[in-house]
């Protein structure tokens, strides 16, 4: 704690810097707007309860070296359930000081207790970030209605943005577009990230624009990135990004330019990296390929938190036979 209180005044006087060199927009109204690709970084461990922070280092400056947008961390790729909320807490202050403002910082706040998410997004304002990240509540259900009076009651103690995560697969409920709808309402709410995977909802989602042209409305499924911008979406935010960040930068700055001929070149080497996903039987296998890719190309450890095994070695060649062609598909582009 006593390294975040000295670099307050730091981070403050730097404020003004990243507005006009980054695609972030903050204001009094604390507003907060993010465009292109997020990386929703992996936490990088030593064991169970303790980060590898040279890995993190050299994760982190991996990815903004490719040209990422800003940093999401503690989401489904950072494996945020299953670390303790100490070292959560660590991994906050650790990511801030390592970026010293370069990008923009979001943080997944997701928890079962609505206190625990706010605490830890007062802890995540000292330390430096920029923003929160929120999806339904877990484990038990919530209804719509529900859902749609917890997250008003919630934004309402939160001391930064909060954009929405929109995760079925995982929280078992949905953000349903008329919940976000309702929610439009609430200033502090500056976006939803979707990774359900269904195009239909995605559009909807963007259609919410006309009330709040300020949300940034984000994709998750890497493969989709292209098709969610032809409908108006902001970006994407991407585990395989981790390993990979130029490609869906590059993906994303084609599109952008107008170049749509480059950008499908680009899709065609993410939709390759989509194949380190099929690797192994169990649904932590995104999870386990991604760090095994990045552990691969040297920048960090492969270990994963309790209760899930990283890749043995007859996954892990699978993992690194894939790369070795995706590197060959890469190198004319790049």
């Known amino acids: ?155 309402e103690e939160l001391p930064l943005p909060l954009m929405l995560y929109n995760m079925p697969s995982l929280t078992k409920v949905w953000f349903e577009v008329e919940s976000l709808e309702k929610l439009t309402e609430h200033k502090n709410i500056v976006g939803v990230k979707d990774s359900s995977g269904d195009l239909d909802y995605f559009k909807r989602v963007v259609e919410l624009k006309q009330q709040r042209p300020d949300w940034s409305v984000l994709i998750g499924p890497e493969h989709l990135l292209l098709e969610s911008l032809k409908l108006g979406g902001d970006g994407g935010v991407a585990g395989g990004a981790n390993p990979y960040p130029k490609i869906f930068v590059k993906c994303y700055e084609a599109y952008r330019q107008g170049n749509e001929e480059k950008a499908a070149q680009y899709l065609k080497c993410i939709e390759a990296l989509q194949e380190i996903y099929s690797v192994g039987k169990y649904a932590s296998r995104h999870i386990k390929a991604t760090k095994c890719a990045l552990s691969l190309r040297g920048i960090c450890e492969d270990k994963m938190a309790e209760p899930f095994n990283h890749f043995l070695p007859p996954e892990r060649e699978k993992v690194s036979q894939i790369l070795q062609k995706l590197d060959a598909q890469i190198e004319p582009l790049v």
Request: contains cysteine.
């Open 1 to 155: 704690m006593q390294r975040v209180k000295q670099s307050t005044l730091k981070r403050e006087l730097q404020q003004k810097q990243i507005l006009s060199e980054t695609n972030m927009t903050t204001s009094a109204a604390n507003t907060f707007s993010i465009s292109g690709i997020i990386p929703l970084v992996v936490t990088p461990l030593l064991d169970r309860d303790t980060l590898d922070v040279p890995g993190a280092k050299r994760v982190i400056e991996h990815i903004l070296a490719g040209g990422a947008s800003g940093l999401f961390i503690l989401g489904s790729t950072g494996e945020a359930p299953s670390l303790s909320y100490r070292l959560r807490r660590q991994y906050i202050e650790l990511v801030c000081e390592i970026v010293d403002q370069r990008v923009p910082v979001l943080v997944g706040i997701t928890d079962t207790s609505f206190v625990e998410s706010v605490t830890l997004a007062k802890f995540a304002q000292q330390a430096g970030a920029n923003a929160v990240v929120l999806s339904t509540p877990y484990y038990f259900p919530a209804g719509q209605t529900e859902l749609t009076q917890y997250v008003s009651r919630i934004v």
